[in-house]
């Protein structure tokens, strides 16, 4: 028989995210009581508003196809929240709307990239970006950050990554899974690279309305009608209005990039959700109580959960600006409770402590976990104390 995969695939790397998830569930399936702090969505449901949008669209029967790149009614809204949130001004031909950010990026990497193409992609990184730039025959490239820089790059640091064989460079901010977040003097050095290097910007915003301490979201492509012009804006409602199964992102910037994307689509997808389109013009257009409650319930998680996380022996945090995640150095906690790795610790987390958390290897940062804390307070301070209890536990002198 001839090989059933293609190379493409083989080389894959799983979705950690998923496959902790997934086992966190096995467990729970079997009766044990187990604290999953891995999955990226938050613990509330989605709006009213949003959910009576919904249902009044399918009684009214908007149940069928929709032009492929989304109904225009839901780019106006999409247009008239970038003009209303980043001061960003935006045509129908310059918007698309596909399944979640997650699908508008692999449409993304699939129009952009030609075989051999470079990406730049921070460390640590969202899962899905090296993998993603892979499958469209790109060649990830990447720049390691440090605790140190608060897990952000420099603009040296990408100057110093760019070959003749660069086409853009991923901007996360706030970053999934540090929480960082890019100050605006930050992304306007990353954005000179950018021009004397003549890259794309691919700037992921898919956290922008998290943010704490009295921050406020800059998009790099606020800097100039210059850096906007090389700037695909990426973002969706999965993270801000707790719309994660819905799954409706979009992408903003160059109109032949955007038709290239929504003819891609016309041969893979057909179109976003129906429903979904019609439930995200609420969320845009209507009231945006519950945008601000959601972000103020974070903010509260995380002002009492990290100073717990970061007592407990072994753990180095650095406190985020955004996103629902904490990014504790455990190298120290894994060597000391008879552990070869931090993948190992996580597993034994998971398994002996009942508690899941993400392995930093997924993200390229092995001697980190990722905690979410987009949970209750309750289940997250005995999550906690699990952690603690179990490092103290086998910590060895």
Do not use: C
Request: net charge negative; charged share 20%; proline share 5%.
């Amino acid at each position: 028989m001839k090989e059933l995969l293609a190379q493409r695939v083989k080389s894959l790397t799983p979705s950690s995210t998923l496959a902790i998830t997934a086992k966190a569930n096995e467990l729970k399936a079997q009766g044990i009581n187990v604290i999953g702090l891995g999955a990226g969505e938050p613990d509330f449901n989605t709006p009213q508003n949003i959910l009576d949008a919904a249902a009044d669209s399918m009684n009214k029967g908007f149940t069928k196809y929709t032009p492929s790149g989304g109904l225009p009614a839901l780019k106006d809204a999409i247009i008239n929240k970038l003009k209303r949130d980043n001061n960003l001004s935006y045509s129908r031909n310059e918007v698309i709307v596909g399944n979640g950010a997650k699908h508008i990026l692999y449409t993304l990497f699939q129009v952009i990239l030609n075989e051999g193409d470079e990406v730049i992609i921070p460390i640590p990184y969202w899962v899905s970006y090296p993998e993603q730039v892979k499958l469209a025959g790109g060649v990830p490239v990447y720049v390691e950050s440090t605790s140190e820089q608060n897990y952000k790059i420099n603009a040296e640091q990408l100057r110093n990554a760019v070959t003749d064989k660069t086409k853009a460079v991923i901007i996360n901010s706030p970053s999934n899974p540090s929480g960082m977040v890019y100050s605006k003097e930050e992304l306007t050095e990353i954005a000179k690279v950018a021009v004397e290097k003549d890259l794309l910007i691919i700037s992921d915003e898919i956290y922008e309305k998290l943010l704490y301490n009295g921050l406020t979201h800059f998009s790099i492509a606020e800097i100039s009608e210059e850096i906007k012009a090389r700037t695909i804006v990426v973002n969706g409602v999965a993270k801000s209005h707790s719309m994660t199964g819905w799954r409706i992102g979009y992408a903003a910037g160059d109109s032949t990039i955007i038709n290239s994307m929504t003819d891609l689509a016309s041969h893979s997808t057909s179109n976003p959700t129906t429903t979904s389109q019609y439930a995200t013009m609420e969320a845009y257009n209507g009231p945006q109580d519950s945008v601000e409650e959601m972000r103020q319930a974070f903010e509260s998680r995380l002002e009492i959960i990290y100073p717990k996380l970061n007592a407990i022996p072994g753990f180095k945090v650095i406190k985020p600006q955004g996103a629902f995640y904490l990014l504790p150095d455990v190298s120290e906690a894994a060597e000391k409770t008879g552990y070869t790795s931090v993948d190992e610790f996580a597993t034994a987390l998971l398994t002996e402590a009942n508690v899941a958390v993400i392995p930093g290897s997924g993200f390229g940062v092995p001697n980190v976990i990722r905690l979410s804390y987009a949970t209750s307070l309750e289940l997250l301070e005995e999550a906690v104390t699990r952690i603690d209890n179990f490092v103290k536990s086998k910590w060895q002198n």
